[in-house]
Structures are given as structure tokens and as C-alpha cells.
């Protein structure tokens, strides 16, 4: 096993600064519950460690394919629920490219690796909840 | 269901900007695999996710009891598989609370209260690793 650890300390009201290997991070709820809106909520950052994820493992599998797309975008679209405890119950993960020979087997080849032998966020997530993915070719 | 949505666009290398409702954030790998830390990697704001919404959750029940820490921080350890999919099997939550008037009990009460009712990252993380947590009062 290998550790991790984060720290968070409270700042004021519903703020928080985020410590991560050195690197900062504000958090804070929105004003409607107490909060100044000073950072984004903790919640998508699920989505954001698993966009990331999911992004290095293609663009290092994609890079060695010798593809290097002109622009690439992760989208993640959540759906929580209404109730307490609110939570995911499904993500979407839509990979956006753009550029010149951008072969789709390629693409979908890249994507898959990452699904389904190294990004160990999407392995822990499909374990609670609904995942499913797109690969999107933009012009 | 509530819709959440986050995007990241591809910097260069191994770096993405993350969108979080207009807060960016930018994650990195390390330099060992190709990245040039430029901000965290994607797997810890897991992490940060989790130890932000029950935070808020339990700052947010202690003002109703009347009760502030002078300080408060959360701390999670976390532990991740050194095979592929690399991923976390455990976490550990560690409430750190410093001040005058902390009667066990209340603390107790707002951290079991987030757990097992208001904490939706943790609700989601529940049913796939193994979830762990403990109080400190520091001096």
C-alpha cells in the first residue's frame, strides 16, 4: 500500500484551505448555506480527480500511439441526489478532441486502457455508483 | 437528481486546467512520470472532496450548538494499491479540534451526525472502500 494524506484547515464560516503536497487549495460553500462562494465546492472535486485521472492515463497512452491531439478536453456530468446523504449516483465522462489524425480506434483504444486496467478513480467509483463515458470529435 | 458538471482542458504535458463553476484549478503529475508539478495530482482531491463536506457539515453543527473551535482542521489518510488500477482501499478521516468548551460528546455527535446523515462523499465512498474515522483534541 502506499499512503496519502491531506490536510484541510478551517479559514472562517464555511471556508477552508486545502494543503495537498504544498499545493493550496480554497474551498468554501455557496451563499445560500453560509458560505462566500471563495473556492468550489468539495463535491465536484470527485469529478475533477477523476477527469484528471482518466486525462494523463489517455495523453500518456495516446502520446506513445504517437497521436497528439490539437486540444483535449474532460467533461464530467454527476448526477446527485435530492435527498440526504445528497450523493453521486452516476458520472458521465466525456472525452472532447480536436486536431488532425485523430483515428477513433486509437481513441477509443486509449480510453478504454484508462477504464479499464489504470485509473484507479474510475476502478473505486464503478464499485458505488453508474459510470459510463463518450468520446467526442470536435471541429 | 441535482446536475453537477466540471470540465478540464489540456494545458501541455501532463497538466490540466480544471473549471469548477468558474474556480480553476490546475492539476499536474509529478515529474517522474512527465509532469512538472504545477499543481496537485488528480487522486488526493478525492480526499479533499471527502474531508470538505463533512467539515462543513460539522462546523455547520457546532454552530448550532453554540460551539467554535478556535481551530479545526481534517486530516485524511488514505491507502492506495500499488497494483493497476491503482486505488484507494481505505480512508481515514482524523477530526483535529483546538479551543476552550469541546465537550467530547457534542463533537462526537456533529461527526457521526456528517457520517451517517448529511455526508454524501462519504455516504458514496462507503460502498466501495473501507471508511474509517477518529476525533483529536489538540492542546
Redesign the interface.
Known amino acids: ?10 479559514l472562517e464560516n ?1 471556508a ?1 484551505e ?1 494543503d ?2 504544498g ?1 493550496k ?1 480554497t ?1 468554501d ?1 455557496g451563499e445560500q ?3 462566500e462562494n471563495r ?15 482518466t ?2 492515463d489517455v ?2 497512452i495516446l502520446k506513445k500511439m504517437r497521436i497528439e ?1 490539437e ?12 435527498e ?6 452516476r458520472m458521465k465522462v466525456i472525452y472532447e478532441f480536436k486536431g488532425e489524425n485523430l483515428p477513433m480506434e486509437k481513441l477509443q483504444k486509449a480510453v478504454s486502457l484508462s477504464e479499464e ?9 464503478k ?3 453508474e459510470m459510463t463515458s463518450e468520446i467526442v470529435i470536435l471541429n
Open positions: 500500500m502506499v499512503k496519502q494524506e491531506i490536510k484541510i484547515n478551517w464555511m477552508f486545502a495537498v503536497s499545493h487549495i474551498i460553500a448555506v453560509g458560505g473556492g468550489p465546492r468539495p463535491k465536484p472535486l470527485l469529478m475533477v480527480g477523476l477527469a484528471g485521472c486525462a494523463m495523453i500518456s491531439p486540444e483535449f478536453n474532460v467533461r464530467v456530468e454527476g448526477d446527485v441526489t435530492e440526504h446523504p445528497k450523493q453521486f449516483e486496467r489504470y485509473c484507479g478513480v474510475s476502478a473505486m467509483y464499485k458505488a455508483i
